[in-house]
């Protein structure tokens, strides 16, 4: 059994799906019914006793900064190159701390903080059951481990959610296929996911930590949020009033 010593929250992207809304604001600091969606993360960290918390920054960098005054433990990472470059490129400037680790994108809502457990057995993903077809990232386990993930989704599997958990032994190997790929092979317009369940999948085993529907929202365009905040709803196409 292994156990969550640290988290690291990918928060570099500069949330263009999201736009006009996100050309002052960073998308993780986008209040949503008047909490900001980093702050339910950073909240259910630290419920769960995970202090030591990496936030990775880039676009308006600037703003993240009170949240080392406001949430004692964490710590900001520089990614100089969001811009040019995929996520890939954030959990790579943030690789020294992948050893018994939680990674999270910062752009997700918790509303059930129990699902950040610290406690694990095999490294793998938050996940949630559905019947209905979706174009997230869908992946099928078989027994305890996930054997395939589709990128266009599908029906009848198990959607992928960005909250992952990596063993002291898994963390050492992705830091491996990380500076492999970013450094030696330049590759560097992936996800970071790639890595293991496209890259390298015959070298880890990872598994699912089962989520009901709800208990982490991912917001991932300007519809989606204004669906969850109506507030939001006069900057959809058409609606515009400027930002």
Known sequence: MSKVERAIIMAAGN??????????VPKPLVRVGGVRMIDTILRGLRENGILEIYVVVGYLKEQ??????DYPGVKLIENPCYAECNNIS???????????VMILDGDQIIRRPEVLFREFGRSGYQA???????????????????VSCSRSGGA???????VSRWNKEDGRRLKGHLETEFEQKRNRQIYWDDI????????????????????????????????????????????????
């Open 156 to 162: 009848g599997g198990w959607q992928l959610f960005s």
């Open 196 to 243: 293991a369940l496209f890259r390298y999948p015959e070298e880890y085993r990872l598994g699912i930590f089962e989520m009901k529907p709800g208990d982490v929202l991912e917001v991932d365009s300007l519809a989606e949020l204004a669906a969850l905040d109506s507030g939001y709803e006069k900057y959809l196409p058409g609606r515009r009033e400027g930002f």
């Open 128 to 146: 949630v059951w559905t019947d209905a077809p979706t174009a997230e990232w869908l992946l099928t386990v078989e027994g305890e481990r996930i």
């Open 90 to 100: 954030s959990l790579y400037a943030a690789r020294e701390y992948l050893e018994d």
């Open 15 to 24: 949330g263009a799906r999201m736009y006009p809304v996100t050309r002052r």
């Open 64 to 69: 993240f900064e009170p949240l080392v005054r």
